[in-house]
């Protein structure tokens, strides 16, 4: 087996720190424990039985890392769950673990870490599917990359200390999934197409979410209900403050006012006013930015209310300009109609619209040019 030196050495030092942190003692590097099994899904009954081999204070003292046998292609249902987040179905020495190595692991099963509050770093390069509850409860637990999972379970990250999460080919994430991940602050979703009920629920640092930067073509992104919903324990509604990048885009904020619930058949534990997100669901497509046929002045830019435009026309004929969101969607019209040879000037209102990004597309004789506009 080949194990990652530099990892290693980074999770010692860093559960010593962890661990320091509650003892105030300078302690030795976490004991490293290989576990095999007898077929090649590692089960909760071997995990424990591993385990008893060690002494018990020792493993409290010094923490532990789990390195998984090149063989096991899963870890089985709740197989290292800590008893503090399940009594009768974990393993109160779970307590303990300190780090995963798992260099042929495909499939994370139901719970398989859940409560494991020590746990600092999962290294699964092969992980393709993370299921229900895998990770819930991991309060240490502050970055992940696993660079081949496809889904994420429900509430698989749930109450986890995550603050950067990058899922690069991650297509659907399940009800849940980032629950009351309170420190979240950072999400990267290049392919996700599909975000289930109150995926995001909780998340009040969350701040950027990245989605559809490595599509080919058009394609519909689907939210369920409250995805980014919530509440404080103080009662305080949230205002999350999130970036929503489509591809090249930044999606305008959500309009907080404006939302109302959404969906046939509210979910039963999510309160009634909490926040939705305002798309139900959006397609990802070009707007071409880098058409410019004209020289085009907006000004002011960035505008708080209104700006004008400026251009010059070669020939007379046809023009028309409008204002659309992010995803090309016409807004309203500024001018159609007749226009003359020369400089063509404009100025046309954006205060009722939400802050955020927009476009002008200019038409004229068949050419197109659009040019960014930002509301402040």
């Keep these: 087996m080949i194990v990652k030196t530099t990892k290693k050495l980074v999770l010692m030092i860093f559960a010593t720190v962890l661990f320091c942190s509650y003892s105030f003692t300078v302690l030795t590097a976490p004991i490293e424990i290989l576990f095999t099994a007898e077929t090649d899904n590692l089960t909760q009954a071997e995990v424990n039985a591993k385990l008893s081999e060690y002494d018990a204070n020792e493993l409290k003292a ?9 063989a096991i292609v899963v870890i089985g249902e709740r197989a290292f769950a800590n008893s503090s987040w399940s009594p009768t179905e974990g ?42 509850g895998v990770f819930t409860n991991c309060v240490s637990l502050t970055e992940v990359w696993f660079p081949e999972a496809g889904f994420i379970g429900n509430g698989a990250f749930s109450y986890s200390g995550l603050t950067l999460a990058i899922f690069p080919k991650v297509w659907m994430i399940m009800g849940g999934a980032f629950m009351n991940c ?5 999400v990267e979703l290049p392919i996700v197409t599909t975000i289930e009920d109150v995926a995001f629920i909780g998340c009040y640092k969350l701040t950027s979410v990245v989605l559809g930067t490595n599509f080919d073509t058009p394609t519909e992104i689907k939210f369920g209900n409250g995805v980014f919903g919530g509440r404080l324990p103080d009662e305080t509604i949230l205002t999350p403050n999130i970036h929503l990048t489509l591809g090249d885009y930044v999606l305008p904020p959500p309009d907080l006012d404006a939302m109302t619930w959404q969906g046939d058949n509210p979910i039963p534990f999510v309160q009634q006013d909490t926040i939705p997100y305002i798309w139900k669901s959006i397609n990802y497509t070009s707007i071409l930015e880098t058409v410019k046929n004209l020289q085009v002045s907006i000004y002011p830019n960035p505008t708080s209310n209104s700006a004008t435009v400026n251009f010059d026309l070669e020939t007379a004929g046809h023009l028309t300009v409008t204002l659309t969101n992010i995803l090309g969607q016409e807004l309203f019209e500024i001018y159609s109609g007749f226009a003359n040879a020369g400089t063509f000037t404009q100025t046309f209102s954006m ?16 050419n197109v040019t659009v040019e960014k506009v930002v509301r402040e």
């Design 182 to 186: 309170n420190d979240l602050i950072s």
């Design 351 to 366: 205060e009722a619209l939400p802050i955020g990004v927009y476009y002008l597309r200019i038409l004229h004789n068949g």
């Design 62 to 70: 010094n923490g532990f890392i789990a390195i998984i046998d090149d």
């Design 91 to 132: 393993n109160p020495l779970n307590q303990n673990l300190v780090g995963v190595i798992a260099p042929n692991v495909t499939i994370l099963a139901n719970f398989a870490f859940a409560g494991c509050t020590a746990l600092l770093d999962v290294d699964a390069p092969n992980v393709y599917g993370i299921a229900q």
